[in-house]
């Protein structure tokens, strides 16, 4: 039970950091398109919570193809 909160905890814990990080380097690294709308300046929740599944699944594949 304590490895699956400690789980819950990292997957939150990503989509924050997801969120921040977006929001924090995107219009940065990006700000025409940003200013023209063809890059959200900002994500909801929803957006990084499916970003966070879609990296889990990439580094989960990954180390799988490794073994």
């Not at 304590?2 to 990006?30: M, Q, R, S």
């Not at 063809?38 to 180390?63: C, D, E, G, M, P």
Request: glycine share 2%; hydrophobic share 65%.
């Amino acid at each position: 039970m304590k490895n699956i909160a400690i789980l819950v905890l990292i997957f939150v814990f990503g989509v924050f950091l997801i969120k921040w990080f977006w929001a924090w380097t995107i219009p940065e690294i990006f700000p025409g398109a940003v200013q023209q709308n063809l890059i959200a300046a900002k994500i909801s929740w929803w957006t990084a919570l499916k970003l966070s599944i879609l990296f889990s699944l990439t580094a989960a594949v990954s180390r799988v193809s490794k073994k």
